[in-house]
């Protein structure tokens, strides 16, 4: 039967070509739309954390920020150790310690200013714990960042607060014998690496930079490098166990 | 094959932590009641071995009453004669630098013994400074101090060396000149109130990464380690000797009487980048 002939099949042809128009309509469009969106696309793959997240992306359950910031440590340090934990107004003080070192987990805008990408990652959590000499230098340094951070401050911004903020002396210099513990097997340091490797961290003086033997072949030392605007050099040596005792990697 | 090398070797050093400590030091202490009363506590163990291990062990043990004489007073209550502690040169200037890694040992300064005490070898550009250390052990409760085998291999980064090479220098001297461990304690400690000793710098650390040294004759090379020198009163700042730490308190120096903490952490390479610990160190270490 010729569709011609009968009008229920010529309508259902009919509407079946203005369907068949319509799917090859939007699919033209969502073609186009998606080959529009693709250098966003690509841009967003190089810059995932363009500025700072939502902050209760950031925020963690206090219980459990406590045991991760210990985490940084041996238990046999942890245990006695204050414990600052991030709340929606910057850190403040959870547990009191008596042993002088303090532990927190380190947000994201903890790291170095230039080339990190991961600035805002959200998901980036590092547990330390400072020594008293450190803590006298470092935990005033995570206070001010945070402060600028919560305050809605740019990289740029932050990094320019920062350097007004020593010039007022409102960071102590580092003491001799500053030093802390990475040793967590929870954090997440960057996406790709997780908790990356049990280590410790040692922070000098710029000037002494070049006199660790850092970053040359088969030497265990890194980093050092210098951490515009602050005043410190951190050399970091991987060490073999986690804070559980457990072994990592040899690498 | 790396990797699955590594997953090999970790895990056979947590088997070797769990279960072989008290076996290797009882063997190592020359135990043989331990050792005996070990095996016979496993039957299913006992039945696995060998006869000629039972056998070696029996052997052991009756020799153990001579060895155990020995062991009291195996080394040198004295200085040995002197030549028994020097090297060939070049040889000394190799092991030297074997303490840290060629990148750094390269340009290093070396030292070496010489009948009159340590002399420059080789005049290095990047302020490191390489040695083999002698007398640098604990002055109490170090049966061998004058060891001629003992020789320590270490590169001290320029803040270090700064105070660490007068150190060896005083220490070297009185060792010379044939004073006693009690002697040379108390003439390092005349020469610390002397103001022979310049005060440690902050960032002073060292390396001690050679597998031809000779530390002592429990561990032998024992392990890799980088070593960091603070002032006494920040002794107990590192939360060093504490479970699951792996930060330790050398036992020399910490006021007794050198004003020098040195805390050691372990590292797992060697200078030539061969993994510590081995197949074999790690029954000899844990």
């Not at chain 1, 079946?16 to 529009?36: D, F, G």
Request: charged letters at 20%.
């Amino acid at each position: 039967m010729a569709s011609d002939q009968n009008p229920y099949l010529s309508e259902r042809l009919s509407m079946n070509q203005k369907t068949i128009q319509t799917i090859a309509l939007a699919t033209v469009m969502l073609v186009a739309v998606l080959c529009a969106a693709r250098p966003r696309r690509a841009q967003d793959a190089k810059n995932p954390y363009p500025s700072m997240a939502p902050l209760d992306q950031y925020l963690m359950d206090r219980n459990d920020e406590i045991a991760l910031a210990r985490s940084a440590a041996p238990p046999s340090i942890a245990k006695d150790a204050t414990v600052l934990v991030f709340g929606k107004d910057g850190y403040e003080t959870a547990v009191k310690g008596t042993n002088a070192f303090v532990c927190n987990v380190d947000r994201s805008w903890m790291d170095r200013f230039d080339n990190s990408p991961e600035f805002w990652n959200p998901k980036r959590r590092g547990p330390v714990c400072y020594n008293p000499q450190a803590a006298k230098t470092i935990v005033p340094l995570v206070m001010i960042r945070t402060r600028l951070a919560l305050a809605g401050k740019s990289k740029a911004e932050m990094k320019e607060g920062l350097k007004a903020a020593i010039e007022r002396g409102e960071l102590p210099a580092i003491e001799p014998s500053g030093m802390s513990f990475m040793l967590s097997k929870q954090g997440c340091l960057y996406d790709h690496v997780g908790p990356c490797f049990p280590h410790l961290m040692f922070y000098v003086p710029p000037k002494d930079a070049e006199t660790w033997g850092a970053n040359l072949p088969n030497s265990p030392v890194l980093g050092g490098s210098p951490r515009d605007p602050e005043p410190i050099s951190i050399f970091i040596v991987p060490v073999g166990q986690w804070s559980d005792g457990t072994d990592a990697p040899s690498k | 094959m790396r990797r699955q090398n590594e997953r090999l070797h970790n895990e056979k050093r947590t088997h070797s932590k769990k279960l072989m400590p008290s076996l290797a030091e009882a063997l190592q202490a020359h135990d043989c009641t331990s050792v005996i009363r070990r095996m016979l506590v496993n039957q299913k163990t006992i039945r696995s071995i060998p006869l000629a291990i039972l056998t070696l062990v029996a052997v052991l043990c009756a020799a153990r009453p001579g060895r155990a004489q020995d062991a009291k007073n195996p080394y040198p209550t004295s200085m040995a004669p002197l030549e028994e502690y020097l090297m060939d040169r070049d040889a000394e200037i190799a092991m030297a630098r074997s303490a840290a890694p060629p990148s750094i040992a390269k340009d290093a300064t070396i030292l070496v013994l010489g009948r009159h005490g340590f002399e420059t070898a080789v005049q290095g550009t990047n302020g490191f400074v390489c040695n083999v250390d002698r007398w640098m052990d604990q002055f109490e409760n170090s049966p061998e101090f004058w060891n001629p085998k003992r020789h320590g291999p270490v590169c001290y980064n320029p803040q270090a060396a700064k105070t660490l090479i007068p150190i060896l220098m005083i220490r070297t001297k009185l060792a010379l000149a044939g004073k006693s461990k009690a002697e040379m304690k108390e003439g390092l400690k005349a020469a610390i109130e002397k103001g022979e000793v310049p005060a440690l710098e902050p960032g002073a650390m060292a390396f001690m990464f050679s597998k031809q040294g000779f530390l002592n004759s429990k561990c032998g090379n024992c392990s890799p380690h980088l070593m960091f020198y603070v002032s006494v009163k920040d002794a107990k700042t590192w939360g060093a000797n504490v479970p699951q730490s792996q930060i330790y308190v050398a036992p020399h120096f910490n006021g007794n009487p050198e004003p020098v903490t040195e805390f050691i952490v372990e590292v797992t390479e060697w200078s030539d980048g061969t993994p510590y610990p081995t197949p074999a160190s790690t029954d000899q270490h844990h």
